[in-house]
């Protein structure tokens, strides 16, 4: 009777795991999400998941998705609803340059004065020689007016000569605006012509559309900034497919060294902020040890954020991307990082297995 009983648990641990592993292979979405029926077939409770979702509940979000493993662990609220997902427009903008740099179409090396950038009051010689990798890192030097900058940034904005290009990291939306510029000039496509092509379609956005980008422009500069509307749920195959090394399916769309370049620490985004945390290629970065949204997600996460709490957390060493949405603008209600990184926890706190 012991051995029988030895031979049943054995059998049930066995099969227990093989679930485990079975759920972490790297899995895709088709047309569209597959989901995780039973979280316990992967490590994860579904009484504490239904204590993370009373959190979700009381907050002002639009949409929370968590991935794991290639499959839909959460799916809370309305994530299918586009909303304006805000500075997360820049990691788009990053991964389109990161295309192009592999197929030799750009050079991060060329500077403003080749591409033939300026402004009605000209930028300076020192101004011009910064490259377009400097603006990818937003350490350009060129500190001047830019649409879409918030009143906050416009009073901490170095003055203009302060720095040279690649000495100060500044979050700077004169950088992240000409990039789309320059894109344009050096590929002949707009932003969301191209990010419909090379990386919606790809990868399934089920819901993506061309007319979801428009570009924002102001009197202050030449260049105008390019706001993106997407779903959650697309946003979730957005951030599996840096998870995933930029390989879908078996077809590597971004280059892995791309990848892992972009979303390495280029600058600490402030030095008297022990807290602070890291910026790469137009993407928020993990310094080591460091956590990411409260929680320690491991030193390869990643995210990309937007105002009033449009978030991609990436987080390849825990399998998991997650997704939230804020739609502020009808609500008047901002969702603060700290809140997400209490519901993070929440879900992070349900895992059985580790």
């Known amino acids: 009777m012991c051995c029988k009983l030895m031979r049943w648990v054995f059998l049930f641990s066995f099969l227990t795991m093989a679930s485990v592993v079975w759920a972490t292979e790297k899995q895709f979405p088709g047309k569209s999400w597959d ?3 039973v979280p316990e077939n992967v490590g994860f409770s579904s009484a504490k998941l239904k204590k993370a979702k009373r959190i979700f509940d009381k907050m002002a979000s639009n949409a929370f998705i968590v991935i794991y493993g290639g499959k839909v662990l959460v799916a809370w609220g309305n994530t299918d609803e586009k909303t304006s997902v805000f500075s997360v427009r820049k990691s788009f903008m990053s991964a389109l340059f990161g295309i192009h740099v592999d197929a030799g179409t750009i050079d991060i090396k060329a500077n403003l004065s ?18 377009i990798i400097d603006l990818l890192r937003s350490r350009s030097g060129v500190f001047r007016p830019a649409a879409y900058t918030s009143y906050k940034k416009v009073l901490i904005r ?5 720095y040279k290009p690649g000495e100060f990291w500044y979050y700077n939306n004169w950088d992240f605006n000409v990039l789309a510029t320059i894109f344009h000039r050096l590929t002949g496509s707009n932003v969301f012509q191209a990010f419909n092509r090379d990386i919606a379609r790809p990868i399934g956005m089920q819901d993506f559309l061309v007319s979801d980008g428009r570009f924002h422009k102001e009197y202050l500069s030449r260049y105008p900034a390019y706001p993106f509307r997407m779903s959650a749920r ?6 599996l497919l840096f998870a995933r090394g930029g390989n879908w399916r078996g077809r590597q769309i971004i280059s892995t060294d791309w990848i892992r370049e972009s979303t390495r620490t280029h600058s600490i985004t402030s030095r008297k902020n022990k807290k602070s945390v890291g910026y790469g290629y137009m993407w928020w970065t993990v310094r080591p040890g460091r956590r990411h949204f409260k929680n320690y997600l491991g030193d390869d996460a990643f995210s990309a954020r937007g105002n009033g709490g449009q978030y991609i957390i990436v987080a390849p060493s825990l399998k998991i991307v997650v997704v939230h ?14 809140e997400v990184g209490k519901l993070l926890t929440a879900v992070l706190a349900a895992r059985t297995l580790e």
């Open 35 to 37: 989901h995780i029926q």
């Open 114 to 131: 080749s591409l033939g950038i300026d402004e009605d009051d000209p930028l300076s010689e020192t101004e011009k020689s910064a490259r």
């Open 158 to 162: 170095p003055d203009r000569g302060e």
């Open 234 to 239: 697309d946003m979730a195959r957005f951030g």
């Open 325 to 338: 949405t804020a739609d502020w603008k009808w609500t008047r209600k901002k969702v603060r990082r700290k």
